[in-house]
Structure formats: structure tokens, C-alpha cells
Antibody
Framework: EVQLVESGGGLVQPGGSLRLSCAAS????????MSWVRQAPGKGLEWVST???????YYADSVKGRFTISRHNSNNTVYLQMNSLRTEDTALYYC?????????????WGQGTLVTVSS | IQMTQSPSSLSASVGDRVTVTCRAS??????LNWYQQKAGKAPKLLIY???SLQGGVPSRFSGSGSGTDFTLTISSLQPEDFATYYC???????????FGQGTRLEIK
């Protein structure tokens, strides 16, 4: 069974950093497209970043240059390093896996981890 | 690529046939997905590739469209269908993946 469990969220001041983790089970992260999607409180969904099975990484313009997605194959975990955080980065961050169609068809989701950026 | 859903909210009754529309700001071929999100839960993929039903999703859900105009139809609303629905385009991959603003489906 595919499972995704996020962790690492919390309260951080503007300009601070945080690293989110997504521990996967039931499949291997290195053979799938893995993504982060966020949802600000009471708002809609926003794609953040994706790491391809072959290694390339992509980012939304709103986080490019500040966030870094990576994976650690030995512990089957995907990370999102978030630097220079802004209040507008406050959101529930979901880890998601594709179903193997286009790479961005997210059929598997974690429960989310909440990031709050506030002074 | 901008995605616009209509309506933003909708009231309907159990048994009703409901249609949600999603329009893209440019052609996106068939690269359109639909998600359902219930309060406090992660989104659930319903439809991918504009019209393919994700495994385990009831057949009362269907998707259609291509180019710029798409629809999600629920043929006979069930109590568990009251939720928020989002469309998502993947045509702009790898750097431009966008969602519609959502359609909240409420009980009349």
C-alpha cells in the first residue's frame, strides 16, 4: 500500500528556514515523479515543486530560488528545503505522487504538514 | 496558463445531475485533471487526461472536453459528494502547473 507521511512543519519567522520531509512506503521514490503542493488557509491548491524520477527538479515561480526539492533513496524520503520564508508561504504542504500518466496526476497524497510564517 | 472554474459555488440536492466547468486561458489539449477535496482532507484524484476515471472512483463521475473547455459531471449526487472540486492543467509542465480556484458543492 502506498503511503506518504509528511513532517517538519511548524512556526518560523519571516526570513527563516524549514525542511519538510515526506517518508514514502509501498513504492520507491526514485522511480516516480514526486511533488509538493500547498494550500494556504481557506484557499485553493498551488503546485510548488516536482522532482522527476531521472533527477531534474522544477519549481513554481513563487518559490524558485528559495525552495529546493530533493530525495534520499536510502530512506525513501523526499525533502523540501525552504529558505527565506515569507508570510505568504504559510500553508498546509502536501507531498504527492503521480499515477504514472503525465507525472502531475496526483493519485497519492500525504496528510499534509502545516507551515506558519509569522513574527 | 490560467484556469477558471464556474460556478464558484453550487447548491444541489441528492440525486441531482451536476456539472462544473473549467476553462483554460489557452489550449491545453486533454491535459486536465479533476480533484475532489473534503474539509480537512487531502485532495482526491477523480479524473485524469480530461476523461479517464481514476481507479476506485464511482462511475457517476465523468469528465469531458478538450482544448480550452472542460466539464466534470456527477450524474446523480450522493451525500458523500458534497465537497470542493478543483480542475488542474498539466499542459504547461514542467514549470507551469495550475489549478482552478475551486467549486464548492453544497447541500441545498
Amino acid at each position: 500500500e502506498v503511503q506518504l507521511v509528511e513532517s517538519g512543519g511548524g512556526l518560523v519567522q519571516p526570513g527563516g528556514s524549514l525542511r519538510l520531509s515526506c517518508a514514502a512506503s509501498g513504492f520507491t521514490v526514485s522511480t516516480n515523479y514526486m511533488s509538493w503542493v500547498r494550500q494556504a488557509p481557506g484557499k485553493g491548491l498551488e503546485w510548488v515543486s516536482t522532482i522527476y524520477s531521472g533527477g531534474p527538479t522544477y519549481y513554481a515561480d513563487s518559490v524558485k530560488g528559495r525552495f529546493t526539492i530533493s530525495r534520499h533513496n536510502s530512506n525513501n524520503t523526499v525533502y523540501l528545503q525552504m529558505n527565506s520564508l515569507r508570510t505568504e508561504d504559510t500553508a498546509l504542504y502536501y507531498c504527492a505522487r503521480d499515477i504514472g500518466y503525465s507525472g502531475y496526476d496526483w493519485g497519492y497524497w500525504g496528510q499534509g504538514t502545516l507551515v506558519t510564517v509569522s513574527s | 496558463i490560467q484556469m477558471t472554474q464556474s460556478p464558484s459555488s453550487l447548491s444541489a440536492s441528492v440525486g441531482d445531475r451536476v456539472t462544473v466547468t473549467c476553462r483554460a486561458s489557452q489550449t491545453i489539449s486533454h491535459n486536465l485533471n479533476w480533484y475532489q477535496q473534503k474539509a480537512g482532507k487531502a485532495p482526491k484524484l477523480l479524473i485524469y487526461g480530461a476523461s479517464s476515471l481514476q481507479g476506485g472512483v464511482p462511475s457517476r463521475f465523468s469528465g469531458s472536453g478538450s482544448g480550452t473547455d472542460f466539464t466534470l459531471t456527477i450524474s446523480s449526487l450522493q451525500p458523500e459528494d458534497f465537497a470542493t472540486y478543483y480542475c488542474q492543467q498539466t499542459y504547461g509542465s514542467p514549470r507551469d502547473i495550475t489549478f482552478g480556484q475551486g467549486t464548492r458543492l453544497e447541500i441545498k
